[in-house]
């Protein structure tokens, strides 16, 4: 069904079929753009971000002079429609609305009926830019703060049956007010109860959790805490706490950080998919205390408990939002107190050698968005985050 929706868009002449009866009806010319406005009545500002499934755009809502992100959906060039991680993405966007999640207003398309574009919030900053840029890293009060945040869109995603699965610094987003902003719903999913398998390897590597890494098809929300643990180290440490280089050597940094797992502690280990070809190596101490002296032992135990290793007996949200971590001192700033950063979001930090690489990628992307009518020669070229690597 949802390789049918891709087609009936891509078609030409556009015309679309319906999924009941299978029949090819043509769109007659004022149809072409639905219910969606044109992209044209948003007058594009600068880019913005790139990742792994779309251009994102700051743009003026001519309309209203609202400042708005727009996300361009990247196409899927095999089954010549909208990438399927697009359809997920507006799918799951359009139904939920928490203000640490970030607002989708509606749905936009370009000239050609392949461009579709996602009118979001604008918020000034990603955490992974900011932490690429800053000088001195967050303070605990703001770490705290942000970890908050992050675990209240999560817990209301939870609660919706939702799964984010690919939660990194670089989909995080701040406002220039301090809040925080779950972003990229690529790889979201809602689940149902008893689990279905899903493929495995979703979750940028420094953030994926050991099940998944083990073979594990079945997701919980739990991948998604175990990220978060990751970022909460992170922002505390001010380097990525688990920089893998392939899934092997994430693995040995997850031993390495926490020891080896046994039957005990994680009932399903020894029957997970990729111990049937190999065994870890072992190492019987928790490192935690070590990677982080300095820290409070109610911030270790909030660590250790999104690092449980059994995927059931990890925090939830909400366990985490209670964690005594949060009531001791010092205590989480409040987000207005947050400091911005308005001018890294620009900053364009570009060695020669990557100079031609860019320059030639810059030209495909602003082809791209050429639908958009205005001249985007200028805009700056966002680096891409060491963080944001799959
Ligand atoms: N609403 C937004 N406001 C401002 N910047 C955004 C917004 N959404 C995304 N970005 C920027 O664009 C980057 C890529 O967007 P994202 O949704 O993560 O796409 P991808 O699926 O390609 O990773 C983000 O890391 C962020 O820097
Ligand atoms: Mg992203």
Redesign the pocket.
């Known amino acids: 069904m949802e390789q049918d929706t891709i087609r009936s868009v891509t078609v030409k002449p556009p015309s679309f079929m319906s999924i009941l009866t299978g029949e090819w009806t043509e769109l007659a010319e004022s149809d072409r753009l639905g219910k969606c406005r044109s992209v044209t009545e948003f007058e594009k500002l600068n880019r ?7 251009i ?1 755009c700051k743009a003026r809502n001519t309309e209203n002079n609202k400042i708005v ?1 727009l ?1 361009k959906m990247r196409l899927d060039t095999q089954k010549d429609g909208i990438h399927i991680t697009g359809l997920r993405e507006i799918n799951i966007l359009l139904n939920i609305r928490h203000q640490n999640i ?1 607002q989708m207003s509606e749905v936009v398309v370009g000239k050609s009926l392949e461009s579709i574009f996602l009118v ?4 000034e900053q ?1 955490l ?2 900011l932490l690429d840029n800053m000088a001195a890293p967050f303070s605990e009060p703001q770490v705290k703060c942000i970890m908050l945040q992050l675990f209240a869109g999560l817990q209301y995603l939870h609660e919706n049956f939702i799964i984010h699965r690919d939660l990194k610094v ?2 995080l ?1 701040m406002t220039d007010k301090g809040c925080v902003k779950i ?2 719903f ?1 790889l979201a999913r809602k689940y149902e109860l008893p689990l279905r398998p899903m493929t495995p390897t979703v979750v940028t590597l420094w953030y994926r959790a050991p099940e998944l890494l083990l073979g594990s098809k079945t997701h919980t929300t739990g991948i998604d805490m175990w990220s978060s643990g990751c970022i909460m180290g992170e922002l505390l440490a001010h380097r990525p706490l688990l920089p893998g280089r392939s899934e092997l050597h994430q693995l040995d940094l997850i031993l390495d950080m926490l020891g080896t797992p046994n039957d005990t502690i994680w009932p399903e280990f020894s029957k997970l998919p990729a111990l049937e070809n190999f065994s870890l190596k072992k190492q019987p101490y928790n490192n935690l205390r070590h990677t982080f002296p300095w820290l409070s032992d109610a911030g270790i135990k909030l660590l250790n408990i999104m690092f449980m290793y059994d995927p059931d007996k990890r925090a939830s949200a909400e366990d985490c939002i209670q964690s005594s971590y949060f009531k001791e001192q010092p205590r989480p700033c409040d987000p207005e107190f947050m400091p911005s950063f308005p001018q890294h979001r620009l900053k364009r930090k570009q060695s020669k050698a990557e100079g031609k690489k860019s320059k030639e990628k810059r030209k495909s992307l602003d082809d791209s968005f050429k639908s958009f009518g205005d001249s985007t020669t200028n805009a700056p070229l966002v680096k891409k985050s060491r963080r ?1 690597i799959s």
């Open positions: 913005v971000g790139e990742g792994t499934y779309g994102v992100a996300k970030v979001m919030e604008y918020c990603d992974a830019s670089s989909n987003l972003a990229d690529g944001d």
